[in-house]
Nanobody, 120 residues
């Protein structure tokens, strides 16, 4: 059983930056691909980025602005978010799976989420 805890969300002005962290415990972290999703009220959870054992993946709307990375020694995955836009406002969740998927159904373990608000 893997437990995930996100942190780093907050309120930021458009054009600013935030770094989200996803700390994992209770499993062998290196066995998993890790993804970030985001969700706004009334919408389905949306894939943002993922990292596996050598590659990174991004949805088009964040390419060039967001960077996902992992520190296996710390069992932590980061999402560096730069040039933030109001449309990036959402609750951000991290999740793990045995392989990368861009759909929420591909992930068995989720964190509780961290809220990101980007003001215009």
């Amino acid at each position: 059983q893997v437990q995930l805890v996100e942190s780093g969300g907050g309120l930021v002005q458009a054009g600013g930056s935030l770094r989200l962290s996803c700390a994992a415990s209770g499993g062998t972290f290196t066995n998993y691909a890790v993804a970030w999703f985001r969700q706004t009220p009334g919408k389905e959870r949306e894939f943002v980025a993922a990292v596996d054992w050598g590659s990174t993946y991004y949805t088009d709307s964040v390419k060039g602005r967001f960077t996902i990375s992992r520190d296996n020694a710390k069992n932590t995955v980061y999402l560096q978010m730069n040039s933030l836009k109001p449309e990036d406002t959402a609750v951000y969740y991290c999740a793990v799976a045995l392989g990368v998927s861009t759909t929420p159904k591909g992930y068995g373990f989720w964190g509780q989420g961290t809220r990101v608000t980007v003001s215009s």
